[in-house]
């Protein structure tokens, strides 16, 4: 028999002091001495006001993304649970501060407590999810008794002038204009570092709201469409993905392979529409209408696609009103598979949830189009 699965808890972890958009230069360099001219125009769209970087304006990193996981954890637990009660550590990440180890794996090393089954999640946005999936599924089949579920991004390091300097010198030499590419450039202004951690248990709280877990489903459309975000890899002129280990080292420092891209125009074609598709799917397997939704809150990597997801939900017949939708990237910056869980976080403790609402979570990963859902209950 299966048994309910309860999110108890939920903390964050963002690094350093608030930047502004006018600061991020200071903290990320700027690439050929130059300011970007793509900057403003992303901000604008994305209407991201602020963020928080796990480094300093000296370029100094100030955490690891497993130190930043780890701070979350801490931030989660209480007198009554402590990480020494931890059971099942779920991690999910796009940006583990190696190849190997895996990232849950070095979470688990800086917290010191007891051998327990930690499971590490990679991708993109719905790695985070598919964390959170695992976590509950173990519980839910009685295989633990409590788990802990993070997302977490140290992306900062990644989008920092200094990575893209030899690519600049080499079109330098070449009397190329020196400027990196709009599909790297766009995601500087678009991506920052933060963690969250969830507390899951079968049991629910027993003085505060508690969140049941109703379901979770995640799709690949990746049989549909070609590579949209990549790192570490080049796309040929096919649009085949050309990985890492094919180039010589030395391309990998002046072509910064390892430089984070993305294909706007994919983006653009691809995100809303399979996104709709998908969520449609979810909606009538659990037998939901949108009138029975109380919260929706929707990962949005720009202010840009809130029209956009709108759009595509009214031609379905399934729109949320917008006062119902929860969004905090304004705030807090695109922090990738932290931010639909720091989103639950700000929402839980804002006492604005009521025993017996419906909220409905919806994650797009645009690295090779997948998508996340969950159902979830207050009680």
Known sequence: MNKPVYIQRIAKFLPGPCVSNDEMESYLGFIGGKKSRFKPIVLRNNRIMRRHYARDKQGNNTYTNAELTLEAIKALCTDAFKIGDINLLTCGTATPDQILPAHGVM???????????????????????????????????????????????????????????????????????????????????????????????????????????????????????????????????????????????????????????????????????????????????????????????????????????????RKCEMAVPQEKWFVNLGNIGNIGSASIFLAMEELLNSRKLERGQKIVLTVPESARFSYANALLTVV
Request: hydrophobic fraction near 35%; include cysteine; aromatic fraction near 10%.
């Open 107 to 313: 979470v688990h090393g800086l917290m010191k407590s007891k051998p327990i089954e930690v499971i590490s999640f990679a991708g993109s946005c719905c790695s985070g999810m598919n964390a959170l999936k695992y976590a509950y599924m173990s519980i839910l089949t009685g295989d633990s008794d409590n788990a802990v579920t993070t997302g977490s991004e140290k992306v900062s390091g990644w989008m920092s002038a200094q990575a893209f300097e030899e690519e600049i010198i080499k079109l330098s030499e070449a009397e190329e204009n020196p400027m990196i590419a709009f599909e790297k450039d766009f995601l500087r202004w678009m991506l920052s570092d933060g963690a969250a951690a969830l507390l899951l248990s079968n049991q629910p709280n027993q003085h505060d709201l508690s969140l049941k877990i109703e379901n979770i489903e995640i799709c690949s459309y990746a049989n549909e469409a070609e590579t949209c975000m990549y790192m570490g890899s080049e796309k040929d002129e096919n649009g085949n993905l050309i990985g890492w280990s094919h180039y010589k080292p030395k391309d990998w420092i002046e072509k910064s392979i390892f430089s984070l891209k993305q294909d706007t125009h994919l983006l653009d074609q691809y995100i809303t529409k399979l996104g709709a598709k998908n969520y449609l799917k979810f909606l009538e397997k659990n037998n939901l209408h949108s009138q029975d939704i109380d919260w929706f809150l929707p990962h949005i990597s720009s202010e840009y696609f809130r029209l956009k997801v709108d759009e595509e939900m």
